[in-house]
């Protein structure tokens, strides 16, 4: 979703992605783009990694092990990808002389803090291996910001809705696809969890804003991203996914129960510091955009509950059949002309 808005805008992009998910298109893509590289583990051992960032103007980190089942899966891997990974990365875009570092953190950094809203300097409090990452990247990677190297760190709401590479293992995207594919709006866990979401279009007008912000307005500071009012606890939002679509109802699976997660974010501060991020998105609209999609595609419950469109068990099958080994890079396979 951003790529295409960055070129619109005129930006020149160049990308570094493992193509771990390159099977995953719910929509085709919207933009190619050259590449200087593959998993961010291997490109900051690559010699001539400092001359191939040499001369970017910023770099938007957003590559790492995406959700807490895949940062579950082996802790160790999300340490080595989302905090090692990005720190070395930061590291190097220094010596190459990149000005402008754009870290994608998360509002999972605030975990298990209780229901009153938490802004940027609340505690930080991350129960999975996942937010445990992101908040050591955070502190490793503002300690060498200087008047050269300047860090934003966005923590991201819980994203949603429609893009090329959706994502059902995200609470709207999901209980949407249960309600259009079998009139459930289906809860694995009690629904009284709070969790701020914000639309992955709003997601990378945030990004763009950071970007094109002055430096003095981002230079190592700490967003949270979305809009206040968009915090809803679990519940909620299957209330708003029963209303949009008809003939639904909410229910529990059999073995629901609590979130340890639970956290309500106050996004005040980066609506009164970056003018141009104005989110246009509610959990409402979200919806409804996600049930005319599935609604228009024909989508299955099972072609949403398998592993194409869930992240930890695209993985899993991927090992399972050897194109990606035990520690998620891809395998090379050997071919006989």
């Not at 783009?33 to 583990?41: A, K, L, M, T, Y």
């Not at 950094?109 to 445990?132: C, H, K, Q, R, W």
């Not at 592993?307 to 090992?319: E, F, G, L, T, V």
Request: aromatic residues 8%; charged residues 25%; glycine residues 8%.
């Amino acid at each position: 979703m951003l790529t295409p808005r960055l070129l619109e805008r005129g930006h020149d992009v160049v990308g570094l992605d493992s193509e771990l998910f390159e099977h995953c298109f719910f929509l085709p893509a919207k933009a190619q783009v050259p590449s200087i590289g593959g998993d961010v583990r291997d490109f900051v051992r690559d010699p001539d990694a400092v001359e191939k960032l040499r001369g970017l103007d910023a770099i938007i980190h957003l590559a790492g092990l995406s959700n807490d089942p895949l940062g579950d899966y082996r802790p160790g891997l999300t340490q080595e990808i989302n905090a090692q990974g990005s720190i070395d990365l930061a590291h190097l875009a220094k010596q190459a002389g990149v000005p402008r570092f754009i870290y994608a953190s998360s509002c999972s950094n605030y975990g298990a803090s209780g229901d009153d809203f938490i802004d940027e300097g609340g505690e930080l409090n991350p129960v999975t291996p996942y937010g445990v990452s992101k908040v050591e990247a955070e502190i490793a990677i503002r300690a060498i910001a200087d008047d050269s190297f300047s860090p934003t760190f966005l923590r991201a709401s819980t994203a949603y809705g429609l893009s090329p590479m959706l994502r059902f293992d995200l609470v709207v995207n999901n209980l949407t696809a249960w309600a259009a594919t079998t009139g459930e709006v289906h809860l694995k866990s009690d629904g009284s969890p709070w969790r701020p979401i914000v639309h992955v279009e709003d997601i990378a007008l945030a990004y763009i804003a950071s970007l094109e912000a002055e430096r003095t307005d981002v230079h190592c500071e700490v967003f949270n991203v979305g809009l206040t009012s968009e915090n809803y606890q679990i519940r909620e939002i299957a209330e708003i996914v029963r209303d949009v679509v008809p003939n639904s109802r909410v229910g529990f699976s059999d073995d629901a129960s609590p979130d340890v997660r639970n956290y309500r974010v106050d996004c005040n501060y980066i609506a009164r510091k970056l003018h141009n991020f104005k989110p246009q998105w509610t959990c409402r609209r979200g919806v409804e955009q996600l049930y005319d999609a599935f609604v228009s595609s024909g989508l299955k419950l099972d072609e949403f509950e398998g592993p194409k469109y869930k992240r930890i068990a695209h993985m899993k099958q991927r090992i399972e059949a050897g194109s990606v080994d035990q520690d998620l890079r891809p395998v090379r396979q050997l071919v006989s002309v």
